[in-house]
């Protein structure tokens, strides 16, 4: 009788899981209050909460130059696009909220090493031009991979997505800005902005991920709608596009096998080093510590104002019940 109800279960679940797959495919939205399978809600909350705590993270590395910014122009602009990055980070927590994970449970797993956050933040922001390469090559890596995320199947991930990409455009065109200037400044500001590019040319091409043959989670994302593309297609495309850039600025794109290749119509180029990646993934990077440590203080130092608005929340609730 037993195993008969548990297969009959079973059953059941691979028809829900059939339907499931149905609404994908016709590309219907998926919304939070709909049936998902639990590895589709599992997925989104690690990717979701990847994305948020990078931006949060993000902050980080151009934080760093906001009182350092060279005109009061260039700071303010910086300044709006870290508070930027701080919003994009609060979209995506409450959309991974609506899967039924806390932002609180979500930062603990930050802090403690259970979830990660985009390799790229890991690597330092030595000197002014890094912020021109961190908003022309991070924040246009971003934008190569958030794009087709606004068609993703989940509906508050794809909603905040639309968002995001608007202001990451202006992010990446800034960014652009800056390196222009500085390409087109003294000999040594432009080496300055050489020595940017060398520095964040593969860490950049890491932020797409492992390639496709070592990516454990594509296949499943890919069939799912979570992930539109392969970790290799949109490497591929960030490089197709930003060379011609990288030309236009008059620097050179660090990587001698850099060419273009007629028969595929696409550039052939060195793939990074992934025994950096795995290192820094596994938080061995130049900054890993200091990250999270900034996180963390930040997490305690917060902690007074979380526990006045529970506080008020809690003295609110009092007051409504007692005028029942
Ligand atoms: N860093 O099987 P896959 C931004 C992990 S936002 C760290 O290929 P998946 C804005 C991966 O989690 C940047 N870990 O994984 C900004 C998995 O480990 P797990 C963030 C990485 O999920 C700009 C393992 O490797 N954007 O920059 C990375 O299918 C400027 C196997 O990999 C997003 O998060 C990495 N680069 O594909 C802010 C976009 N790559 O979890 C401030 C959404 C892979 O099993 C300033 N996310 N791993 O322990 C995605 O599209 C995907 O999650 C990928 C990875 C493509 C990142």
Known sequence: ????????????????DRAFQERID??????????????????LIRQIGQHAHSEIVGQLPEGNWITRAPTLERKAILLA??????????????????????????????LDGRMKYSSIFNYPTLTWADMGAVGWLVDGAAIMNQVPLQRTSYGPYA?????ICKEESFHQRQGFDIMMKMAQGTTAQKKMAQDALDRFWFPSLMMFGPSDKDSVHSAQ?????IKMNTNDELRQKFVDQTVPQAEYLGLTVPDPDLRWNEETGHYDFTEPDWSEFMD????????NADRIEARKKAWDDGAWVREGLMAHAEKRRAARVAAQ
């Open 81 to 110: 696009k870290v508070q930027d990055e701080a919003g994009h980070g609060l979209y995506l927590y409450c959309a991974a909220e609506t899967l039924g994970i806390s932002r609180d449970e979500m930062t603990e797993m930050l």
């Open 159 to 163: 909603r905040a997505m639309v968002r």
């Open 1 to 16: 009788m037993y195993a008969q109800l548990v297969k009959s279960e079973a059953a059941e679940e691979t028809e829900q």
């Open 280 to 287: 820094v993934i596994k938080g061995n990077g130049p900054c």
């Open 26 to 43: 016709r590309k219907e939205k998926i919304e939070p209050k709909d049936w998902m399978p639990e590895g589709y809600r599992k997925t």
């Open 221 to 225: 994302s890919m069939a799912w709608k």
